[in-house]
Structure formats: structure tokens, C-alpha cells
């Protein structure tokens, strides 16, 4: 049975702990309010993006670019994201599930030998996706980019996997991430970026504007040039959404530890009353049969 002095040492770790878990809840919480911010921000880029190919495309025109040119698929680059740090739940270890699910779709669908170069963005899932490493199956790592990379970083980065994808390198380009939309909700998403089909405009909120517009130089020629532009606003999104996402499953688990340390504080004090009611009861009944005698 625990001493005093032992329940209260206990007492004091569960509070300190209460407390830090708290402190990192609200840091977690100012992080993914900032890559929100960053979400807004990138929106006016990415809806004029998304308002030229939807011109385009109501164009009476044909259009033609490297970036969607489709091929017998051999090689596949699978782009997975997830966190440098931990403390976020089962945040890593729900996308690689997912990604070890995927991999087995590949081989239903294309065949046992299609190879599958992966793509890690996070230190956790690199770590994780060495583990698998071997066969049909091998893993890229860029040390320059990371969960927590921006700007010219993403951009060097998606121009690496477009360069694979038109030297021929890589037959398709996958990317897996989660997908921001609430605090307590992040859903896994896997899309298809290269070579670029109908369903990734689609899936990327590109319409049809059906809008009378004269191109200059040539709607083919603007239709090149935006391609870029377009999976450059892409994965600049699915970064900003990875960070989201991760410092909402961070919240969810801070929450998660600070519930549960309560809990158990208001346990240890209880048991500490207790503990104290019988040592004062003991005296009590030791200086009477004192006086007694």
C-alpha cells in the first residue's frame, strides 16, 4: 500500500502532467489556426487557376501536354505525408495502414511486378516506409522537405516528381494525405496527380466555365503553361492540409492525455483523503487507549 509521501510525489507528476498536456494543446491549437490562415491565403491563387482550365476546357479546342499523356504503368511514385514529431495519436499509423492497403491495390490491378517508388514527407512515415523497403518496392527520401516545408521547398519538390513522371521515370504519380475539415475530423485522401486525367480536375474543383474568351497566344499553348501552375497550387494545398491535420490529431490527443490525467489526479486525491482520514482516525485511536490506560 502507497505512503502519504508517495501518493502526494504522485499527486504533483499527474498535475505537472496535467499541465504540460494543457500548454501543448494550446500550441497545437495556435499551429493549425495558422495553417488554416495558410489555406485561405492560398485560395485566390488557386480559384484563378482553377477559373482559366475551366475556360479552357469549354473551349472548342484540342489540348495536348506531356503532364497528361498516359502510359502502360510499370513504375508508380507514391507520395505519402506525415508528421516529424509524434504525439498525435494514431495520426502515422492510420496513413500507413492506409498506405500498406494501397500497395496491395497495385498489385491486384497492375500486377505483382509493378514497382512502387515511395515518397516520404515526414520523418515518421520515412522511418516506417524503410521497413517495407525491398523487392518491387524502394523509398526516396528528399532531406530538404519535410511536414513542415512552404513555398520554394514544395515547389523544388513537385517539380522533382514532374521531371520523373516526363522522363519516364515514373509511369503515375500517387499522393496520400489527410485531409483537413475539422478539429476532431481528418479524412484520408489518395488521388491520382500524374499524368493528369478528367478525374483530377474534378476531384481539384475544376469546371467546365463555358464563358465566351479569346486566348492569346492559343488556348493549347495556356493550357501547357497552366498545367505547372495548376499541381504546383496542388500539393502546395495538400501540404498546408498535412499540417492542419496533423496539429488537429494533436489536439485530439492532448485532449485525450489532459482527460485522463484528470481522471486519475481526482483518483490518487481521493485515495489520498483516504489515506489520511485512516492515519488521523489511528492516532486518534492510539491517544485515546493512551488516556484509557
Not at 130 to 145: D, L, M, Q, T, Y
Request: glycine share 6%; aromatic share 6%; net charge positive.
Amino acid at each position: 500500500m502507497a505512503t502519504l509521501r508517495e501518493l502526494k510525489g504522485r499527486i504533483g507528476s499527474v498535475a505537472s502532467s496535467e499541465k504540460i498536456t494543457g500548454a501543448m494543446k494550446m500550441i497545437s491549437s495556435a499551429k493549425m489556426h495558422k495553417a488554416e490562415m495558410a489555406l485561405k491565403r492560398l485560395l485566390p491563387f488557386r480559384e484563378q487557376i482553377e477559373t482559366i482550365l475551366g475556360n479552357l476546357l469549354s473551349a472548342d479546342a484540342e489540348f495536348s501536354s506531356p503532364l497528361t499523356e498516359p502510359r502502360e504503368v510499370k513504375t508508380i511514385g507514391l507520395v505519402i505525408l506525415g508528421s516529424d514529431d509524434g504525439l498525435c495519436g494514431a495520426y502515422n499509423v492510420n496513413i500507413f495502414k492506409a498506405v500498406l492497403n494501397r500497395l496491395e491495390d497495385y498489385r491486384r490491378s497492375l500486377g505483382e511486378n509493378v514497382n512502387v517508388v515511395i515518397f516520404p514527407v515526414g520523418r515518421k512515415l520515412d522511418k516506417a516506409a524503410r521497413k517495407i523497403a525491398g523487392g518491387n518496392i524502394s523509398v526516396e527520401s528528399n532531406p530538404a522537405v519535410n511536414s513542415k516545408t512552404e513555398g520554394a521547398g514544395v515547389k523544388s519538390f513537385m517539380e522533382t516528381l514532374r521531371d520523373g513522371f516526363t522522363s519516364g521515370r515514373l509511369d503515375r504519380v500517387d499522393v496520400m494525405y489527410m485531409n483537413f475539415q475539422s478539429v476532431s475530423r481528418q479524412r484520408l485522401r489518395a488521388e491520382q496527380i500524374l499524368p493528369i486525367v478528367p478525374e483530377t480536375f474534378a476531384a481539384n474543383g475544376v469546371k467546365a466555365q463555358c464563358r465566351p474568351y479569346i486566348f492569346e497566344p492559343d488556348a493549347s499553348s495556356i493550357f501547357t503553361a497552366v498545367l505547372p501552375l495548376f499541381l504546383l497550387a496542388v500539393m502546395q494545398e495538400i501540404f498546408v492540409e498535412n499540417r492542419a491535420s496533423e496539429q488537429a490529431a494533436r489536439i485530439m490527443a492532448m485532449q485525450s492525455a489532459n482527460d485522463n490525467a484528470k481522471k486519475l489526479l481526482e483518483q490518487l486525491q481521493l485515495e489520498f483523503n483516504k489515506l489520511r482520514q485512516q492515519s488521523i482516525t489511528t492516532e486518534l485511536l492510539d491517544i485515546l487507549g493512551g488516556q484509557v490506560k
